[in-house]
């Protein structure tokens, strides 16, 4: 795109604090943009080529809301660490293998998406982010629900279309874990924790797709407990 063009979105920006540049192709995050640190609240740089989320992007402190979902990005760095007041981190559809642990210094953070990448293991040292309400790893390459989950902070946790064979039964400790998506995994029955119907907070239970039908889950002991959740849930907004 033209340096015209470019120009005229920064001026917007400077007004607006939202920077937007989607599907245009570009290969790198327009260094221009460090003009703009003081006041840029969110950046959208979705659809286009980019390699690498360059470290100056520890500069933006105001910043409140980061995507670039449908990218090229292998990795994150980590002075991602210094954006206090991101809210929002969306990475969608990029080629993302791990995560730097300075993630967990996001203290405001409340949607992390991931999904689509290439993870392989639950990322850890997300304890720290007191405000997390959904983490979304779906559709990546994770094996095992670790015990470490149970320390996580988050509202939803979706990790439909990975590989998932072990779920620690430490997920029912969650404490503020209502929804819980596991839909097309390698689970059987038998790598359900039933401390996950009986004893956790989950109201939301989906495990669609996997190597066994839904229905036997009412087989398993506390799944009147977790039905009463359900149950009790889906009245609130009906």
Same mark, same amino acid.
């Given at each position: 795109?033209?340096?015209?063009?470019?120009?005229?979105?920064?001026?917007?920006?400077?007004?607006?604090?939202?920077?937007?540049?989607?599907?245009?192709?570009?290969?790198?995050?327009?260094?221009?943009?460090?003009?703009?640190?003081?006041?840029?609240?969110?950046?959208?740089?979705?659809?286009?080529?980019?390699?690498?989320?360059?470290?100056?992007?520890?500069?933006?402190?105001?910043?409140?809301?980061?995507?670039?979902?449908?990218?090229?990005?292998?990795?994150?760095?980590?002075?991602? +660490?210094?954006?206090?007041? $991101?809210?929002? @981190? *969306? /990475?969608? =559809?990029?080629? &993302?293998?791990?995560? #730097? !642990?300075? %993630? +967990?210094?996001?203290?405001? $953070?409340?949607? @992390? *998406? /991931?999904? =689509?990448?290439? &993870?392989?293991?639950? #990322? !850890?040292? %997300?304890?720290?982010?007191?405000? $997390?309400?959904? @983490?979304? /790893?779906?559709?990546?390459? &994770?094996?095992?629900? #670790?015990?470490?989950?149970?320390?996580?902070?988050?509202?939803?946790?979706?990790?439909?279309?990975?590989?998932?064979?072990?779920?620690?039964?430490?997920?029912?400790?969650?404490?503020?874990?209502?929804?819980?998506?596991?839909?097309?995994?390698?689970?059987?029955?038998?790598?359900?924790?039933?401390?996950?119907?009986?004893?956790?907070?989950?109201?939301?239970?989906?495990?669609?797709?996997?190597?066994?039908?839904?229905?036997?889950?009412?087989?398993?002991?506390?799944?009147?407990?977790?039905?009463?959740?359900?149950?009790?849930?889906?009245?609130?907004?009906?």
């Amino acid at each position: 795109m033209g340096n015209s063009a470019l120009k005229s979105h920064l001026e917007t920006s400077q007004k607006t604090g939202v920077f937007q540049l989607t599907g245009k192709g570009l290969q790198e995050v327009p260094e221009e943009l460090q003009r703009l640190t003081s006041n840029l609240r969110t950046v959208d740089l979705s659809g286009n080529r980019i390699e690498v989320l360059p470290v100056s992007i520890g500069n933006f402190l105001q910043l409140k809301s980061l995507t670039l979902n449908c990218n090229r990005l292998t990795s994150v760095p980590s002075e991602i +660490g210094k954006l206090k007041k $991101l809210e929002t @981190l *969306s /990475l969608n =559809g990029n080629r &993302i293998q791990q995560l #730097p !642990s300075a %993630l +967990g210094q996001l203290k405001s $953070l409340r949607t @992390l *998406s /991931l999904a =689509g990448n290439q &993870i392989a293991e639950f #990322p !850890s040292g %997300l304890s720290t982010l007191r405000q $997390l309400d959904l @983490l979304d /790893l779906s559709r990546n390459q &994770i094996h095992i629900v #670790p015990p470490e989950v149970s320390e996580l902070q988050a509202i939803e946790i979706n990790l439909n279309q990975n590989q998932i064979s072990v779920v620690s039964a430490e997920v029912s400790l969650c404490p503020r874990l209502k929804v819980l998506r596991l839909e097309e995994n390698c689970l059987e029955l038998t790598s359900i924790p039933e401390s996950v119907l009986k004893e956790s907070q989950v109201s939301l239970f989906s495990v669609e797709g996997n190597l066994f039908e839904v229905k036997q889950l009412r087989d398993l002991d506390g799944y009147d407990k977790y039905m009463e959740r359900f149950t009790a849930t889906k009245k609130k907004f009906t």
